[in-house]
């Protein structure tokens, strides 16, 4: 076997592994299940939700988001080279500048986001009650109630929906898929390696983060552990099909546009589902806020290297 064919399938089962460890703890252990959880279990849990709250939205903006954008704008550079010459003949040079420096990137990105918008008022407009909230939200909302003095009526909880669950499993899946992808492309022992790492070092905080929030979504313990499986197994398809690609040349618009398709839906439920349920009781907003952030640093940092 060649070094470098070794070293890729050693990624491959890393990626397994890993993925599949960090995501079934929450799962496995009762301890992390926060519906019955009551005192100190109670705010370490909902500080450790936090925590995973941070690091969604790091991965959302640091990574994500960032890889989509970088990886957009080489493509439309790509495609706009070789008609350079022809635009500059045809256009004047403030029209084409104008045209070259339209934020694509974001718009795919926005379009992804609204794309997961559009999904949900659909499901929710044929099946309104899909994202009502638990027993518990509404227990919580109607004790907050009581002490709002100018409230006329409960305070809307944030959803539990399952289609949320599903997107955020899914934007990720993609997420996997390319990182994968880059790993089996490489073409040196050393870059195959310390791809991987630096995948491997944020990759096991998002997991983690997955399944604690399907089992704080009242997700089966047995889907919720076929999820992280199905979940799990992206990573090593990305790093086969790097591995089946001759040439090592699997750039293109297409996988472009759906990283940023990925990205605008991950922040869509960052933003609309995670970090709305995480700061949604009123106990302790200040320690809420430094676990977020502290969520938020480690993805940072990690950005350093990956």
């Known amino acids: ?41 109670h705010r370490v849990l909902s500080l450790l939700g936090c925590v995973s709250a941070g690091v969604f939205l790091g991965a959302g903006f640091m990574h994500m988001t960032a890889e989509a954008l ?48 559009l999904l949900e008022s659909l499901a929710l407009q044929c099946h309104p009650g899909a994202a009502g909230g638990s027993k518990l939200q509404q227990e919580e909302c109607g004790g907050a109630h009581g002490l709002e003095l100018h409230s006329h009526g409960p305070r809307p909880s944030p959803s539990r929906s399952p289609f949320r669950a599903l997107i955020l499993l899914l934007s990720l899946s993609f997420h996997s898929v390319f990182e994968g992808l880059a790993v089996g492309l490489q073409t040196t022992v050393a870059a195959t390696v310390q791809l991987c790492v630096a995948v491997l070092a944020h990759k096991g905080l998002v997991v983690f983060g997955v399944g604690l929030r399907l089992t704080r979504t009242g997700t089966g313990s ?38 940023g398709v ?24 200040l320690a809420k806020w430094g676990c977020v952030a502290i969520g938020f640093a480690f993805m940072a940092l990690i950005a350093l290297w990956a």
């Open 1 to 41: 076997m060649e070094p470098l064919l070794g070293a890729k399938i050693g990624c491959l089962f890393a990626l397994l592994a890993l993925t599949l460890v960090c995501g079934l703890i929450p799962i496995c252990f009762k301890w992390f299940q926060i519906e019955g959880a009551t005192g100190r279990q």
């Open 70 to 117: 970088e990886g957009i704008e080489s493509e439309i550079q790509k495609f706009m080279m070789p008609n350079r010459t022809e635009s500059e003949r045809n256009f004047s040079g403030d029209a084409h500048s104008d045209h070259k420096d339209y934020p694509y990137g974001e718009l795919i990105i926005s379009l992804g986001f609204f794309l997961v918008f």
């Open 222 to 259: 047995r889907w919720a552990a076929f999820s992280i499986l199905a979940f799990a197994l992206m990573s090593p398809l990305g790093v086969t099909l790097g591995l089946a690609v001759p040439g090592g040349d699997s750039e293109g618009l297409a996988q472009a546009v759906l990283h």
């Open 262 to 285: 990925a990205a605008g839906t991950f922040l869509y439920v960052t933003f609309l589902e995670i970090l709305p349920r995480e700061l949604a009781g009123p106990e302790a907003p």
